[in-house]
């Protein structure tokens, strides 16, 4: 979901319950203020999930899509499970390694016409099996992981709307980058993707990706309190 659409959802479970939104961009939380409105019990704040304080202590904490994203994913689950009331859950989602074409569709052939296309940035896919995702939980000390393989389908319209959302929410640095390309490579790049879309492709031109998604539920449990 996009940014505010999971508040809006957790919101409706809650009844008078608070919920806080945490997030290190500000243009982010930006975005999930429009999509929320103004609610008493919605709290956003802007902070690092590495070094971030509470003065209370949470039932639930989820964490959506963002975990591959922290350089020292460990630390952020430590740093989580101080926050977590005894026996409080985590739930905390990431796309799966094997079956999430909407990203490999650009990305490997950007690894091919861009250099050091995201140097900076750990590997997406780095949590993408059941194996992996459960060792950084068990090093950072949670108890009862329980992890789900689901699959969903996405449809992202014709791959003339896939190509331009891509570009269109492309960050700073990667705009930077694309825009060095010759006519001739982003030609290239542009043909390389839509060859990767072809197989997902349906008569009417309208993409229908797979996206493969691996769900986790952990405790706080009290005797590692």
Sequence with gaps: MWYGSCYQKILSKVGKGQVYGVDI??????????WVGKKQNMHFILGDAETIQFDTKFDI???QYAL????NAEK??????????????IVMSVHGKFNVPYFDSILKPARKI?????PKYPDMDRFGTKDTFKDVFVRAGYDRIVIKQLLFRYGPGTFSDYWNNYKKYLSKPLKEKFSTLSKFQKANFREMVKDNTLQYTKKNGKIDFPWEVLLLT???DPENF
């Design 68 to 71: 591959f994203f922290f350089p």
């Design 25 to 34: 961009s500000k243009s982010a939380l930006d975005i999930a203020r429009k």
């Design 61 to 63: 904490i989820t964490c």
């Design 76 to 89: 952020v689950l430590k740093n989580m499970k101080k926050f977590l009331k005894k026996n409080g859950v």
């Design 114 to 118: 861009i250099s050091d296309y995201l």
């Design 218 to 220: 952990a405790r706080n």
